[in-house]
């Protein structure tokens, strides 16, 4: 079991979920934080990772690498991670990434397979829109 976290700056996080549970119907294990500020992030994962059991795997989604949202991910997760045996984060989200991370999540073995396919889904949903 993987849970999945969407980390991005307030209310980016819970519009993206709430948008993604819409389409699948899908709700377990399923977590949005709103960032605000690294070290809320770092201290509301922290908290949020003592109510997921230490057996599930996670899947974190932020929004950009060198975000504040993710520095507080890595923080929250220095005393979490040696618990921790299975964990994804990329950056980057968007709802395509988002719903397939929900579906995908405890179908794919290995945590290569869903990195590649949640970041294969989330760059083909990005285009150039001429006007």
Do not use: H
């Not at 980016?12 to 377990?28: I, K, N, P, W």
């Not at 003592?50 to 057996?55: G, K, L, N, Q, S």
């Not at 996670?58 to 993710?70: E, G, N, Q």
């Not at 997760?77 to 719903?99: C, Q």
């Amino acid at each position: 079991m993987r849970a999945l976290i969407a980390v991005a700056p307030k209310p980016l996080a819970s519009a993206l979920m709430t948008r993604t549970l819409q389409s699948t119907g899908l709700q377990s294990q399923v977590y949005a934080l709103d960032g605000q500020g690294e070290a809320q992030v770092a201290q509301d994962l922290e908290a949020l990772l003592a109510t997921i059991p230490p057996e599930y795997g996670l899947v974190i989604l932020t929004d950009a690498a060198s975000s504040y949202c993710t520095t507080g991910v890595m923080a929250g997760l220095e005393k979490a991670f040696p618990r921790r045996n299975d964990v994804l984060i990329l950056s980057g989200v968007n709802v395509p990434m988002t719903t397939s991370a929900v579906m995908l999540r405890d179908m794919l073995d290995t945590t290569k397979e869903l990195a590649e396919s949640l970041l294969a889904e989330g760059r083909a949903s990005m285009s150039r829109i001429d006007v």
